[in-house]
């Protein structure tokens, strides 16, 4: 955790500070400013080891940060995420605002509320650095470098929408050098803000630097983005960090919707899209996420932002620190390079200086060395000629590069139609989708009609097995009566001629009685055959 406590130094300085004494402070007071940052990171009694520190009841700034490495931070795990070690930043920062704050806030015209001052104090923390005092080798203070001051004030000014003079905090900076913190402030609320502005775009404006500074917030607005389950795209606030991109229901942060990480994996890729939204997608190991904006100049911006955020994802050092590390070390190599081109004048400035001296001592002894004026004259040629050359080489290179221009400015026009050809093939490829679904809805139909006709043959052929069960049935039914008729037949025979005429006298009130389809069929017809019978038996 030596990065950790790297990170928090500043803010342990400036607490270490406002209880110091001549540059010392006894061991008392920071038995309990240790017992608190060791609350912090989950360690008790980490302050007992001040008594058994040293021999003297007081100690200097680099003696407590010592034991503070040694005896305190040492104990933490040595890896760790970014996001633990920003909430342990966040909350020694806190104490240490604590215990200096009373020395910080007491100024004449207090422009900034405290919670802004607080913000603006670990902005300070952040972007400054710890260096000897010029008045005394063995004590520390504070700086903030005036480009880096006038990062957050030309940050700050933007946000209250005011213009920005780059050449007037150029020559303050010249005037006044390092920034310490009281300095930092007084000029912040006396020269860029005013007691005319309101309390509340004071308030959002340190904010809006607090987010880009401390919680390295690349980037956030509004967001479609499109649903896991149900394919409707939906408008988030999102908030861009080099690890990770939280979306919200809206911008009061309130209400966490997700979180999507982010790494080097990731990668940013235009999607072709319907309607006036602009999409592109954010492809993930885990998945693919896509998401749009109003306009293209938005998603374009979005896209850098995200690509960005991948490239500086990895790392356990926040993005601004990075970053800072970086101008710290382009700083270092112009003043490098400005040295060195110094060097490299005075050098040339002597060697013109010998060469006019070689010259006079030439024009001296002209007659005598001709020989050598006429090497001079030779070598002043081949210089000419060289500059010549060099002059021609600038030149080509000068067309070369307009020639690469041209060759990316052709490359872009091939990228812009491949995007194009890509949008119409996303399109055809639309269209058939909906031509396959519209085929496989008519097959649906034709298999719903189709199993119509076969419920629809089931019934017909249940009701041809019912028919001819009936037609059974009748079949039987007319040759019993057959069969009864027979037996008649045969009986009647050997009746009396009493009863011959009296079956006669049935037969012909039988011969008055209609014909019907009722269920007397079947009695009428045997009457009909007894009395056919009786004649028969006449005629014989």
């Known amino acids: 955790m030596s990065a950790l406590l790297k990170n928090v130094t500043n803010c342990i300085w400036h607490a270490f500070d406002s209880l110091q004494n001549k540059d010392v402070v006894h061991k008392s007071k920071l038995k309990v400013l240790t017992a608190n940052i060791g609350t912090l990171l989950d360690l008790y009694g980490v302050e007992k080891g001040l008594d058994h520190y040293k021999s003297s009841a007081e100690l200097t700034f680099e003696e407590f940060k010592h034991y503070l490495q040694h005896e305190v931070f040492s104990s933490q795990p040595k890896t760790t995420t970014l996001q633990v070690v920003r909430e342990y930043e966040t909350k020694i920062s806190e104490v240490c605002w604590l215990v200096c704050r009373k020395h910080h806030l007491s100024r004449d015209k207090p422009v900034f509320d405290d919670e802004s001052v607080f913000k603006l104090f670990r902005i300070f923390c952040l972007l400054a650095d710890l260096v000897q005092d010029a008045d005394a080798a063995d004590r520390y203070v504070v700086v903030l470098q005036p480009s880096e001051a006038g990062i957050v004030a030309e940050q700050l000014v933007h946000c209250l929408g005011l213009r920005w003079d780059a050449a007037d905090w150029e020559a303050l900076g010249v005037s006044i050098g390092h920034f310490k913190w009281p300095a930092f402030l007084a ?19 340190v904010d809006e630097i607090y987010d880009v500074f401390i919680e390295d917030i690349i980037k956030k607005g509004y967001l479609f983005k499109r649903g896991y389950l149900l394919p409707t795209m939906r408008e988030y606030w999102c908030v861009l960090q080099p690890c990770a991109l939280t979306y919200y229901k809206s911008s009061a942060q309130k209400e966490q919707c997700g979180r999507i990480a982010i790494d080097e994996y990731c990668s940013v890729e235009a999607a072709a899209g319907e309607g006036k939204i602009q999409r592109f997608q954010l492809v993930t190991p885990e998945r693919t996420f896509e998401f749009g904006t109003q306009d293209h100049k938005s998603r374009l911006q979005w896209v850098s932002a995200l690509k960005q955020a991948a490239a500086v994802s990895g790392g356990a050092e926040g993005y601004q620190r990075r970053a800072r590390a970086g101008r710290r070390g382009a700083g270092a190599r112009r003043e490098r390079e400005a040295r ?21 001592e030439l024009a001296e002894l002209a007659q005598q060395d001709n020989k050598k004026l006429e090497e001079l004259k030779t070598t002043q040629t081949e210089l000419e000629r060289l500059l010549q050359e060099e002059t021609q080489a600038k030149r080509d290179e000068e067309i070369v590069r307009a020639l690469q221009a041209r060759v990316l400015a052709e490359e872009w026009e091939r990228r812009e ?7 119409e093939q996303n399109r055809m490829l639309e269209e058939e989708r909906l031509k396959r679904k519209q085929f496989e809805i008519l097959q649906a139909e034709k298999e719903a009609q189709y199993r119509e006709a076969e419920k629809r043959l089931k019934e017909l052929e249940e009701e041809k097995r019912r028919l001819d069960q009936e037609l059974k049935a009748a079949q039987q039914k007319i040759s019993k009566t057959d069969h009864t008729a027979k037996a008649l037949h045969v009986q009647l025979r050997g009746l009396k001629p009493a009863v011959l005429r009296s079956c006669d006298r049935s037969r012909r009130a039988v011969s008055f009685m209609p014909t019907t389809k009722s269920s007397s069929d079947t009695l009428i017809d045997v009457r009909a055959i007894h009395c056919k019978v009786f004649d028969d038996d006449d005629n014989l």
């Open 187 to 205: 000029v912040l609320e006396a020269k860029y803000c005013c007691e005319q502005l309101h309390a509340a775009a004071l308030v959002e404006a």
């Open 417 to 423: 139609e491949l995007e194009r050809l890509q949008e």
């Open 340 to 360: 060195e081109t110094r060097a490299r004048l005075q050098h040339e400035v002597r060697a013109r200086l010998a060469a006019e001296a070689q010259a006079q």
